[in-house]
């Protein structure tokens, strides 16, 4: 089995700071692109952030500048770092993953979701 474990959330005020991490844990051959969605209540899932095993990121127009993702393939983790935060980041934060199970070689690949963590800006 594969499990991703989220931490980091809380009540930060307009302006403050938050880290999140998401660990990955399990029977993990590889992880390929690893996201971080939200969903706001009354709104949509939305994609914050991606990163490839490499390196390379994407990021939602609306929080470019302000957010930086990161992992630790030696880890399983990855990171999201939010700085500059608005009222409007309020959400339940989202890790989510493309992982191949296996030990010694592939087996399947597929799509895993964190349970997701509240990060609630307010004053």
């Known amino acids: 089995q594969v499990q991703l474990v989220e931490s980091g959330g809380g009540l930060v005020q307009p302006g403050g700071s938050l880290r999140l991490s998401c660990a990955a844990s399990?029977?993990?051959?590889?992880?390929?692109?690893m996201r971080w969605y939200r969903q706001a209540p009354g709104k949509q899932h939305e994609l914050v952030a991606s990163i490839t095993p490499g390196g390379s990121t994407n990021y939602d127009d609306s929080v470019k500048g302000r957010f930086t993702i990161s992992r630790d393939n030696a880890k399983n983790t990855e990171y999201l770092q939010m700085n500059s935060l608005k009222p409007e980041d309020t959400a339940v934060y989202y890790c989510?993953?493309?992982?191949?199970?296996?030990?010694?070689?592939?087996?399947?690949?597929?799509?895993?979701w964190g349970q997701g963590t509240q990060v609630t800006v307010s004053s």
């Open positions: 989510n993953a493309d992982i191949t199970r296996g030990t010694t070689r592939p087996d399947y690949t597929g799509n895993y």
């Open positions: 399990g029977s993990i051959f590889s992880i390929n692109i």
